[in-house]
Every structure is written in structure tokens, then in C-alpha cells.
């Protein structure tokens, strides 16, 4: 972002940024208060370096990669279809979509400076590659299909695995009650359905595990409102679908959703999260 420049000679500065008794000047002086418009535009322009790496929103990508293999797994364990083979069909998407492309989302959303989305998409999506590698490695007779998790039966060590997505998604929808609404209604049934899940597999109990799917499948299909809403503000250049932010002029259809931080004359400034 912007940066300052020492390396302008001193017999090129301005005289009253020469420090008293020296011949080099002086570092990172911004502008007098009282000095006039284009001296100040000259003196910034002078002395600011600014480097850009702009990127989209990853979230977008992020809650569609999410919501895809979320919401095909869900339906497939609240027994809205498929049999104990299915998942030997889903582990491709699960893994790249679900998986990787979240994954990637989550590492970008280091770069817009969001904590939340880093954490939750970089949690998530470790865990869809996780879950498609178990079930690649059943396909290919690698890992025993008599010990692969099954709907109904106790598997106590598949159970630990939603016992942490269960904890740390329902920190992360406290969190994310400070940022909007739509990110935190995603995390809600998520956590919640995370923690059916783990009780199903670890009591090889049916019941449970079916509410677990319910509840993400309800999860993705808040993912794919949250994601679009994002889309369409990034394309539009204002809301469209409201993501329920506690801003209210964010939330109306038509409005610039926010003012980008930029400097005066133009030069864009440093955003904070998506």
C-alpha cells in the first residue's frame, strides 16, 4: 500500500521540508495544514508510492464451493437419496469444489484482511478434502471399506472429526454477528449440525445424523444466498440481495453497500475484509 520515497535529492525539496542544520530531508512529512491545494497535491504526489494487489471478494467462491459439496453431502445423510455406496460418487466434486477451491478461498481472504472467512473457509475446506481423501482412499482399496464410516454405525473416530467444526463454526457465528447477519445464519445450522453429526457417529444412532443433514443442508442453501448477494454487489457496484449487515443503508436495495477508503485525489486506500 502506500509507502513513503526517501530518494529524492535534497536540493529538490522543498524548503520547508529541509530540516534545520541538515542537508537531508526530512522522512514522511505529510503536508502542512495550511498549505495550499496543488502544493499539497504536488508534495503527495512527490513522496507516495502505492503498490495494488486487488482481488475479489473470496468468500464468492468460498460459500459456492462450500454450499456445493455441503449441501449434495446433507441430502445424501438426511436419506433424501443415494445408499452407502454414494459418497464413492462424490468424493471428485467434494474434494475439488468443497475442498480445494474453498481451501484457496480461505488462504486468499488472508490477502482482504478477513479473519473470519480465513478461518472458517480454511477449516471447512481442509475438512471436504479430508472427507474426500478417506473416501478416494475406500475406492481405490486403499483404506478397508469395513472401517469407512457408515450411516447407523458407531465409527467414534469419524465422530471426533465434527466434534472441533462443531466448536470452532459456532465461535465463528459469534463472530460473525458483528459483521452481518447472512454469514451468521450460514454458521448457525452448521455448528449445530455438525454436532448431530458427531453424536450419530459416535452412538451409531440414524436419527441424529439425519437432523445433522437437515440442518446443512439448510446451512448451503443460506451459503448460496450469502455468495450471490456478494456477486451481485460486486458486479453492480451496490445491494441488490441484502446481507443483513448491522449498517442499515447496506442492507437497501440500490445503495452503495459501502464508501471505499481511498485518498482525495483519487488514489485508492486500504480495505479491510469483503
Excluded at 465463528?172 to 459483521?179: D, E, S
Excluded at 451468521?184 to 454436532?195: E, F, H, R
Aim: glycine share 14%.
Amino acid at each position: 500500500m502506500a509507502g513513503t520515497g526517501h530518494d529524492m535529492p535534497a536540493h529538490d525539496m522543498p524548503a520547508h521540508d529541509m530540516p534545520a542544520g541538515r542537508g537531508a530531508p526530512a522522512a514522511s512529512a505529510a503536508p502542512r495544514s495550511g498549505a495550499a491545494e496543488p502544493e499539497m497535491h504536488a508534495l503527495w504526489e512527490d513522496r507516495t508510492r502505492i503498490s495494488l494487489t486487488p482481488i475479489a471478494a473470496p468468500s464468492i467462491l468460498g460459500l459456492f464451493g462450500f454450499a456445493g459439496a455441503t449441501m449434495m453431502v446433507g441430502a445424501w445423510q438426511a436419506n433424501w437419496y443415494g445408499s452407502a455406496l454414494t459418497p464413492l460418487v462424490l468424493f471428485p466434486f467434494v474434494i475439488m469444489f468443497g475442498g480445494l477451491a474453498q481451501f484457496l478461498a480461505g488462504m486468499w481472504s488472508y490477502r482482504a484482511r478477513d479473519g473470519l472467512a480465513t478461518a472458517m473457509h480454511g477449516m471447512w475446506g481442509a475438512f471436504w478434502l479430508g472427507w474426500g481423501l478417506l473416501f478416494m482412499l475406500v475406492a481405490i482399496g486403499v483404506y478397508p471399506l469395513a472401517l469407512s464410516p457408515r450411516i447407523g454405525a458407531v465409527s467414534q473416530g469419524f465422530a471426533f472429526w465434527f466434534i472441533p467444526l462443531c466448536v470452532i463454526t459456532g465461535l465463528g457465528a459469534l463472530a460473525a454477528m458483528g459483521k452481518n447477519l447472512a454469514m451468521s445464519a450460514v454458521l448457525w445450522p452448521l455448528a449445530v449440525g455438525a454436532g448431530f453429526t458427531a453424536a450419530g457417529f459416535w452412538a451409531g444412532s440414524t436419527w441424529p445424523l439425519r437432523i445433522g443433514g437437515w440442518l446443512f443442508v439448510i446451512s448451503a442453501g443460506i451459503a448460496v444466498y450469502t455468495a450471490a448477494a456478494m456477486m451481485m454487489e460486486n458486479t453492480y457496484g451496490r445491494t441488490i440481495l441484502p446481507l443483513f449487515a448491522f449498517r442499515k443503508n447496506q442492507n437497501v436495495p440500490g445503495r452503495r453497500a459501502s464508501r471505499p477508503l481511498e485518498y482525495r485525489y483519487g488514489e485508492p486506500g486500504v480495505k479491510i475484509g469483503q
